[in-house]
């Protein structure tokens, strides 16, 4: 089955400047790539995704890129901000959702 | 108007009894799932129906045991509560296929076993 692995664990960045979490994924039949965002006591969340047909998604100051032949993909978020702060799960599907063990990510004001 | 609910938000319960957690999604959606998420925060799929009809079983004990009565429905219930199954218990749905559309959560329901 489907094994993700997700880095890094925690990410502690300033105010405005970027964070990127990067996701390795094992099945090369994997074809959907979503990413969540869980902030504190509350339920997770769809971001951004991407499909295998495409390199790079953006969404504002959030971008997702894919590497097919490596099998990584990664989320980038520029200017970050206070609310950024929340923990990141990125998820490749098989016959289900497998998703990484997250990132917890703090915004230093 | 909440698209997918969850009761209750929190159940405290003592070992070796029997709870249920009930989810409703009013979204229209084919396919609904039940995921554990640990105190490390890892979200883990247990179950998946579409259109009542169980289409994931992830090697879950079978204290565990879903029902959905319908597709807008999804039930889950657990015999003889055990210290290990303290997690929070997230419903989802998603509109068709379980692995390529996204999946809308439920506020999720704070087990915890005495």
């Known amino acids: 089955g489907e094994n993700v692995e997700q880095h890094p664990s925690t990410l502690s960045v300033q105010e405005g400047d970027s964070a990127v979490i990067k996701c390795t994924y094992s099945d090369s039949a994997s074809n959907y790539f979503p990413w969540y965002k869980q902030e504190l006591g509350k339920r997770p969340q769809l971001i951004i995704d991407i499909r295998s047909n495409v390199g790079e998604k953006k969404d504002q100051r959030i971008a997702v890129t894919l590497n097919k032949t490596a099998k990584h993909f990664s989320l980038h978020i520029t200017e970050t901000q206070p609310e950024d702060s929340a923990v990141y799960f990125c998820?490749?599907?098989?016959?289900?959702?497998?998703f990484g063990a997250g990132t917890t990510v703090t915004v230093r004001a | 108007d909440t698209a997918v609910s969850q009761t209750p938000k929190y159940l405290v319960t003592q070992m070796g009894n029997d709870k249920s957690i009930k989810c409703e999604q009013n979204l229209g959606h084919d396919t609904m799932y039940w995921y554990k998420q640990d105190s490390k925060k890892f979200l883990k799929i247990m179950f998946s129906y579409n259109n009542k009809e169980l289409i994931i079983n992830e090697t879950v004990p079978n204290r565990f045991s879903p029902k959905s009565p319908d597709k807008a429905h999804l039930n889950l219930h657990i015999n003889s509560l055990e210290l290990g199954d303290s997690a929070v218990y997230f419903c989802?749905?998603?509109?068709?296929?379980?692995?390529?559309?996204?999946?809308?959560f439920g506020p999720g329901t704070r087990l915890t076993v005495l």
């Open positions: 989802a749905s998603s509109q068709a296929g379980a692995n390529t559309d996204t999946q809308y």
């Open positions: 998820a490749a599907n098989d016959y289900k959702l497998s």
